[in-house]
């Protein structure tokens, strides 16, 4: 049973940094893409940066690109997304997802429950 388990979010003042973390007990990251997702209050969920099973980062938003860094410690089985220079415009849940594409199962994914992100102005 694949389980995500997101952590680090919280309350940040406009500049400052957080780090979220996203943990899976299984070795899923090994061999899944694992994003990082947010949704702000009255938004669409949206993409915000992707690391492959290999560790090549990829930034879906280039409002972030710079300010956020993905990066995975994979004998911590953790996926980890540091947001340095926050902008209140960051707001939102944030929410890690696992997928892959196989020729036997199609795609295949996993959420998690999300964690909320807040930067105060």
């Known amino acids: 049973q694949v389980q995500l388990v997101e952590s680090g979010g919280g309350l940040a003042q406009a500049g400052g940094s957080l780090t979220l973390s996203c943990t899976d007990q299984?070795?899923?990251?090994?061999?899944?893409?694992v994003s990082w997702y947010r949704q702000a209050p009255g938004e669409r969920r949206e993409l915000v940066a992707t690391?492959?099973?290999?560790?090549?980062?990829?930034y879906a938003d280039s409002s972030v690109e710079g300010r956020f860094t993905i990066s995975k410690n994979s004998a911590k089985k953790t996926v980890y997304l540091q947001m340095t220079t926050l902008t209140p415009d960051d707001t939102a849940v944030y929410y890690c997802?696992?997928?892959?594409?196989?020729?036997?199962?199609?795609?295949?994914?996993?959420w998690g429950q999300g964690t909320q992100v807040t930067v105060s102005s």
């Open positions: 997802n696992a997928f892959r594409i196989s020729a036997m199962y199609g795609r295949q994914e996993y």
């Open positions: 299984g070795s899923i990251f090994n061999i899944y893409s």
């Open positions: 690391i492959t099973p290999d560790g090549t980062p990829e």
